[in-house]
C-alpha cells in the first residue's frame, strides 16, 4: 500500500529551525516530483516547495525562498524540508504529497495536481 508519512513538526520560536521528513513506503519516492504543501486555519493550502523528480528541479514559494531547502535522501526514500529562520507566519499544518514528474513550476506547486498524500505535522512558531 502506497503511504507517505510526515514528522518533524513542533512549536519553535520566531528564527528558530525545523526539518520535515517525508518517508514513503510501497513505492519509490525517486520516480516521482513530491511537494511540500501547507494550511493554516481559515486559509487555503498553498504550495510551498517542491521537487520535479529525482534530480530535477526544485521550487520554492515567494514567501519561503532563501530560507527553506527541499533535499531527497534516495536510501532512505525520504525528502526533506528544512526550515530556518522561522515565522509566525510559517505557524500552519504541513503536507507533503506526491505525483508524477513535472517541468513546470505552476503544476509543482499545484495542489489541484497531487493525488497521494500524508497525513500532516503541525508547526508552530510563536513568539
Known amino acids: 500500500q502506497e503511504q507517505l508519512v510526515e514528522s518533524g513538526g513542533g512549536l519553535v520560536q520566531p528564527g528558530g529551525s525545523l526539518r520535515l521528513s517525508c518517508a514513503a513506503s510501497?513505492?519509490?519516492?525517486?520516480?516521482?516530483?513530491v511537494g511540500w504543501f501547507r494550511q493554516a486555519p481559515g486559509k487555503e493550502r498553498e504550495g510551498v516547495s517542491c521537487?520535479?523528480?529525482?534530480?530535477?528541479?526544485?521550487y520554492y514559494s515567494d514567501s519561503v525562498k532563501g530560507r527553506f531547502t527541499i533535499s531527497r535522501d534516495a536510501a532512505k526514500n525520504t525528502v526533506y524540508l528544512q526550515m530556518n529562520k522561522l515565522k509566525p507566519e510559517d505557524t500552519a499544518v504541513y503536507y507533503c504529497?506526491?505525483?508524477?514528474?513535472?517541468?513546470?513550476?505552476?503544476?509543482?506547486?499545484?495542489?489541484?495536481?497531487?493525488?497521494?498524500w500524508g497525513q500532516g505535522t503541525q508547526v508552530s512558531v510563536y513568539e
Open positions: 504529497a506526491v505525483r508524477p514528474p513535472v517541468h513546470t513550476d505552476t503544476i509543482c506547486m499545484s495542489p489541484g495536481a497531487y493525488n497521494t
Open positions: 510501497g513505492f519509490t519516492l525517486d520516480w516521482y516530483a
Open positions: 521537487s520535479a523528480s529525482g534530480g530535477g528541479s526544485a
